[in-house]
């Protein structure tokens, strides 16, 4: 039977800004690896001169670095890496196995991946054995020693770059760093190197002082970067992602000056660009503007918010839903008292059993530090002190997250939430 040959609706005609902002948008994106790195010689320098004794056949020290978020650890652990790579003689060869603990944090999946990856790192194409670990079914011990065969097959040096070690370490102890900074001394034709990285090192409590001191024979600090180094890094990559005049200073240094507030992110800085550059291109425009970047600056916060409503546990949650009521029968800022008696009675209508003052208090803290509401201690001299908490700006958006959740759309006490939520007031 003939088919009638497709017409197009034009669906997406309305859609396509005539004028061009975008030359390359993907040098925007968080896995795009710059080929230079701007402010970040001295780290690069500090890495290479660890790593530098592989190329002459010898072990170098691990290394543990620490910074906070989006200060350039990975990029730059990277850059030197794929430099060695590069540099290393066939005979004795360097490789570098990046995995990240958020996803690979269990003994099992770190140590599959590192020979999973190794064995199919050195291989030609056709002869790849991918995968020769299953995902799951195997003794921690046999995936050991099969990591054993494959790196001694290998042959050279393995860094192996734990990023997010931190995240490893609290969900599975630290028994995968144990043998890992032990592997060598089993080891004869090839060696490994460890880089760990994190942006909390409160992980280090969680280790045996002798794991410590090996994982961190070297440590190094990433400091954040101030507005002017995150300028001439946004510099660098709009450059490669706008077409020629689509960008002005302004909106670079705006970009930047932003995302300095808070703590130097460069992730931060080039989201807020990339951003900007989508909305001016949805509406038409020529240029990226200042308006852009406000937008995409309350865009960016919005979604980081809800985000982590949406991740709180579910003691939280109810924590923070007794707050929204009180919010909405008009109260403007709390007492821990006051909301700790609201919490009782959300509790008891979820059949949910409730904590206990202090630990109530504990997560009224924990949401203070995420940004979800603030707190202040008031004086009153001899009469003590109270903590007052209220939220900072409109509470429309956490109570969307909040009351998606059908056992607090059930909830009888909380339907003043469901009512304002249904009005999007
Ligand atoms: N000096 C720099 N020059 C160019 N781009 C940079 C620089 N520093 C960071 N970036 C870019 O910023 C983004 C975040 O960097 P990176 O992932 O390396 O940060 P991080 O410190 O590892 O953060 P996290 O701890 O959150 O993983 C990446 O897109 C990276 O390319």
Redesign the pocket.
């Known amino acids: 039977m003939d088919s009638e040959p497709y017409k197009s609706t034009g669906l997406f005609k309305k859609y396509i800004n005539p004028n061009k902002i975008f030359q390359n948008r993907e040098v925007l994106r ?1 896995s ?3 080929k ?5 010689m001295d780290q690069i320098d500090s890495i290479a001169e660890i790593l530098a004794p592989a190329l002459q056949g010898a072990t170098p020290s691990n290394i543990l670095i620490y ?1 906070k ?8 652990v990277k850059f030197v890496g794929t430099e060695l790579e590069n540099e290393s003689s066939e005979f004795s060869p360097c490789r570098l196995v990046h995995l990240n603990c958020e996803t690979i944090d269990t003994q099992y999946r770190v140590l599959a991946q590192i020979a999973n990856h190794v064995s199919g790192h050195d291989l030609k194409a056709s002869d790849k054995i991918k995968n020769t670990i299953p995902a799951t079914g195997w003794h921690t011990d046999q995936v050991y020693s099969e990591l054993k065969n494959v790196l001694e097959q290998a042959g050279g040096l393995q860094i192996i770059v734990l ?2 070690i931190d995240k490893l370490v609290k969900k599975s102890g630290d028994d995968t760093l144990y043998n890992l900074t032990r592997i060598n001394s089993d080891l004869f034709s090839s060696r490994v190197c460890i880089i760990g ?1 994190s ?1 909390d090192l409160t992980f280090k409590d969680f280790l045996d002082p002798r794991v410590l001191s090996s994982l961190s024979e070297e440590e190094l600090v ?1 400091p954040p970067y101030n507005a002017d180094q995150l300028r001439d ?1 946004l510099h ?2 709009a450059e490669m992602a706008f077409f020629p005049d689509v960008v002005s200073d302004e909106v670079i240094g705006l970009c930047a000056a932003r995302a300095a507030q808070e703590h130097g992110d ?2 931060r800085a ?1 989201d807020l660009l990339r951003v900007s550059g989508e909305l001016a291109e949805r509406e038409g425009a020529e240029h990226v503007m200042v308006k852009h970047v406000n937008s995409a600056q309350e865009n960016i916060e919005t979604d980081t918010m809800s985000e982590c409503v949406k991740t709180l546990p579910s003691q939280s949650k109810i924590v923070l839903c007794s707050m929204l009521l009180m919010a909405a029968s008009g109260q403007k800022v709390f007492t821990s008292g006051s909301v700790i008696n609201v919490y009782r009675e959300v509790a008891a209508e979820l059949d949910t059993e409730a904590l206990s003052h202090r630990r109530v208090s504990d997560l009224i803290n924990e949401l203070n530090m995420l940004g979800i509401i603030t707190t202040r201690v008031v004086s009153h001299g001899r009469h003590g002190r109270t903590t007052e908490i209220y939220f900072k700006s409109p509470t429309n958006d956490i109570r969307t997250v909040i009351m998606n959740d059908s056992r607090f759309q059930e909830c009888g006490i909380l339907h003043p939430l469901l009512k304002s939520h249904e009005k999007g007031d």
């Not at 978020?69 to 730059?76: S, V």
């Open positions: 968080h795009y690896s710059p230079e790195l701007p402010h970040r910074g978020t989006g200060t350039g650890k990975t990029a730059t990023d997010e990285i942006n990433f890094i660098q990559r460069a992730r080039l």
